[in-house]
């Protein structure tokens, strides 16, 4: 197995954390954690998404930043009341996933098949860069630290689908020969500095990550 540590590992708490309060009822473990049973969880504070259709959320280690599909906005938000502090508009159609490294943000997002992975300035909302996903419909994004972690959704016509998870090189958008394979499409990420979480359905799962 595969283990990161993560710089930004409180960061990473806050985004799990607001994963959680978003509406996830269970975690259950995976890998090593298969036998464990499941963690009843209780919510500590919710507030109203600004948007209609909440897709990505992220934390910068004082404001939660929050993607919306309906405005097609990214949102800066107090995390003790939900207000609004600003926003601007997502680079891409379709937002499918955020997250954030210590200095940018991280937005996934796809126009039918043309999914791309922006690299934001949460300053005013500037695009520094993008480059290809590997699948045609992004999920969820995480960042480790070191590396982004994309989940996708992909079809073949609507009669094969591909569910996956990818590790990314956030410098030059390469991936690694690492992926995950899943039954269930993976529909969001978030990371704890030494885990990543997943959201499989009505369940959160944990996959634990060993580098060598």
């Known amino acids: 197995m595969r283990t990161f540590n993560s710089s930004l590992k409180s960061l990473c708490y806050m985004t799990l954390l607001c994963i959680i309060v978003a509406g996830f009822m269970a975690i259950y473990g995976c890998g090593e954690n298969d036998d464990e049973d499941p963690i009843t969880l209780t919510t500590v504070r919710s507030f109203s998404s600004p948007g209609g259709d909440p897709r990505g959320l992220a934390f910068d280690g004082t404001y939660l930043w929050n993607a919306d599909g309906y405005d097609e906005k990214i949102y800066k938000i107090d995390p003790s009341d939900g207000s609004v502090i600003s926003s601007f508009d997502t680079p891409g159609l379709y937002p499918r996933g955020l997250a954030f490294d210590g200095t940018h943000l991280w937005y996934a997002g796809r126009f039918y098949n043309d999914a791309k992975i922006y690299k934001i300035d ?86 634990k990550i060993e580098r060598k």
Do not use: K, Q
């Open 122 to 207: 949460p300053s005013d909302g500037s695009v520094i860069s993008s480059f290809d996903t590997r699948g045609d419909d992004p999920t969820g994004l995480a960042f480790d630290g070191r590396h982004l972690w994309h989940a996708d959704c992909s079809y073949d016509w609507g009669i094969h689908y591909f569910y996956r998870i990818f590790e990314i090189r956030p410098s030059d958008g390469s991936y690694s020969p690492v992926d995950f394979d899943f039954d269930t499409c993976p529909t969001g990420l978030a990371c704890d500095g030494v885990h990543l979480w997943c959201n499989l359905g009505v369940t959160i799962f944990m996959m």
